[in-house]
């Protein structure tokens, strides 16, 4: 079965707003078997808005709105459907209940147009809305096509994402299930992995990747994420939940078994939250000394809720009388290693915490101490009793300053992982 | 002169990358008075891309491809072009030279799937390629209308951002503005607004919008940057660079006028650009005490080539004891107005620097010392004989942990350049 997606507002296309909701649909409605094969965006016009939903229904089986359901007189997509519904809209007095209650409650008066958001074409089936004012629509319409009439659906929900995407599990997606007659439940796995390029994994995988091609059900998927590695992602179709994650097992295990420890953490894990939560295993507390990342390890580290039980703080020991007087590195070239392990050595003593890590390096553009930009030393230094000693690491990193600085933070974390695993 | 684009990639479709191309090319397209009207994401499918190539030129004068011209199968594009124009694909020896001679140099063996690249539809003209391997392509071609023959053109430029935007600078803009006819020099300047919301700037500025929506020319847009404040970009078009500029002037001094210090820069700016440069023409050194924002204000103030001359560095004191033993902090609660001056005080001393800047907070999601998520207190002591004193700011901060954090950045940043410029 076939969804396309039409994402409706003028400042879509004037780059104002970048549209996410229809990549966000496509990578969801693919998840559970549905093609998503064209996706358009659209201005605030009523000719523009039918023509683009007339053609897309020829081939779609479904099409879904997103904009356009708000109150003012650019909010179209309501009249769009109508129109190729070849039906009149009507006010639907449950849905204008709820807006006018959403503003008595909050003491407000109600601007009158925000009743359009209550107008539906007749025929229309309501989502009713949880988050904002504007229910999301689910509209059957029969088309003419070159094999003679057929039945299409075109459902709308509002272009804010979090109401979008609410809309879609709730609604949209049960119905979509019901329609196309095969009701799967899909599980996914993701296997964050970082230090490999994709077509390094591509390779280890190959023989993984021939066989699931062949197989079809699980599909595995790479998904590139930046400075946060790359993502592996296995997503089963099956009848029932147990059966789907039944089937991911044995494929997960396999990859577990070329790619070892580049692994670095399932789903939602982040680098720093396994870091986290390796030396929350062991009751250890962290102290940081940055200097050419200036602060955004910690940064990143306290993002998580919670890691006060960890990290005790950090120095940014950006100039070197800093290192020198503070940290207690000796005086000469601080992008060394011998730098880097005083520096965690120093932060160790200073915060008196467990562990000391250390980053000193070069993002450019220009060099520092003979060092060419991309150089990173990262130490870190460990409980004496622990038997896991102190560690020096010296990478080249690529890219410009941010990128640099970015991929430090992280090789410095898996640094750190890779010792307490080990 | 409408211009529309097609994004190829079935990757876009599925969500692995979000297409952002698109959403650039029209906000560049509209600064330069070109309208986009329809903007179109199809998967790597030779019958689809050419029916939506030929759809889009019934209707617009012009359509920008991003995508699908690299050297394996799926990349179609090239293929759909040469479809719609009627013609063969031919061997461009000038390009295929520069791709042999891009692997040579960098002492690697092409496979043979490269050449695919040169292969340009006969009667296309290349636009060199300066920074990957693939050139792009401006293609005339002559389309049946409604109103008989007209003539249209395609452009083909990869979808890897930096060599899109760069090619449209350089090959496409000023062949659009030949075929236009109309060749204006657009003249634009943002000015970067800390403080308020879209709503009440707007409000404030209402007489001038008024106005602005009358004359035409210059326009203003209101551009939402998230964390980072609010943009007001004034874009004029004139003959020539002299004009334009000149045409924006009054209204920007109108605009200062009303908004005053809420503008905190111009353009590039950033409100740690603007804080650096600040603190730099007095020649004083700044040092930074986080608890809250965890080293963000340093990571951020540090992204910035050259900050080492201003910033000597940080204490992410996390932990209380890092603020009562380190930095000098009275013991006792952390997150009051006092204790944001003690760290301030204690970091400016610590770090022998000149500025002290700090900040204690809440992000949530939980309380801490009875205050609630949101809660800010920022800090700045300046050197005494400044006559800038010391300065303590008590905020409510919105949104979640993250959203807070980033809020509490360049809320602190602010108060700072606030004072600075007093």
């Known amino acids: 079965m076939r969804c396309d997606v039409l994402a409706v507002g003028t400042e879509l296309l004037l780059g104002q707003i970048v549209d996410t909701n229809s990549s966000w649909l496509g990578e969801h409605l693919a998840m559970h078997g549905f093609d998503s094969l064209s996706q358009v965006k659209v201005g605030d016009n009523i000719g523009r808005i039918t023509a683009h939903l007339r053609r897309m229904l020829d081939e779609a089986d479904a099409v879904i709105m997103c904009g356009g359901l708000g109150p003012t007189h650019d909010d179209l997509t309501r009249e ?106 899909i599980a996914s796995k993701t296997l964050r992995t970082w230090g490999e390029s994709e077509s390094g994994l591509n390779e280890r995988l190959d023989g993984i990747i021939a066989e699931l091609d062949e197989v079809g ?13 790359l993502k592996v992602r296995l997503t089963g179709r099956a009848p029932d939940a147990n059966s789907a994650a039944a089937l991911l097992e044995p494929w997960e295990q396999r990859i577990r078994a070329i790619l070892g420890s580049q692994i670095f953490g399932v789903d939602h894990e982040t680098m720093e939250s396994v870091v986290l939560d390796l030396l929350r295993r062991r009751n250890w507390t962290l102290g940081v000394a940055e200097s050419v990342t200036g602060g955004l390890v910690t940064g990143r580290l306290t993002a998580i809720a919670g890691a006060s039980d960890v990290v005790k703080g950090g120095i940014v020991s950006y100039a070197s009388e800093v290192k020198f007087g503070l940290l207690g590195v000796s005086e000469g070239p601080v992008v060394t290693e011998d730098a880097a392990l005083e520096m965690a050595r120093g932060v160790r003593k200073v915060l ?21 930009p991309g150089t990173l030393f990262a130490s870190v230094v460990f409980p004496d009793e622990s038997g896991l000693g102190e560690q020096v690491a010296h990478l080249r990193l690529p890219g410009d300053r941010d990128t640099m600085r970015q991929l430090a933070v992280i090789s410095a974390l898996d640094l750190v992982r890779r010792h307490l695993i080990a």
């Open 80 to 185: 769009a459907i109508a129109a190729v519904m070849g039906v009149e809209l009507e006010l639907n007095e449950d849905v204008a209940d709820v807006i006018r209650y959403l503003f008595s409650s909050r003491n407000r008066t109600m601007p009158e147009n925000n009743l359009r958001q209550a107008m539906v074409p007749v025929g229309a089936t309501v989502i009713p809305q949880t988050r904002g004012t504007a229910p999301g629509l689910i509209c059957p319409v029969t088309v003419n096509t070159a094999n003679g009439p057929m039945q299409r659906v075109v459902y709308a929900v509002p272009g804010v994402p979090h109401e979008m995407k609410e809309m879609f599990e709730r609604g949209i997606l049960p119905d979509l299930q019901q329609r196309s007659g095969e009701q799967w439940t």
């Open 352 to 372: 008196a915490c467990d562990v000391g890590l250390a980053l000193t390096g070069v993002a450019g553009p220009t060099e520092q101490d003979g060092m060419r």
């Open 217 to 229: 059900n699980p599909t595995l998927a790479f998904l590139a994420s930046g400075w946060e590695g």
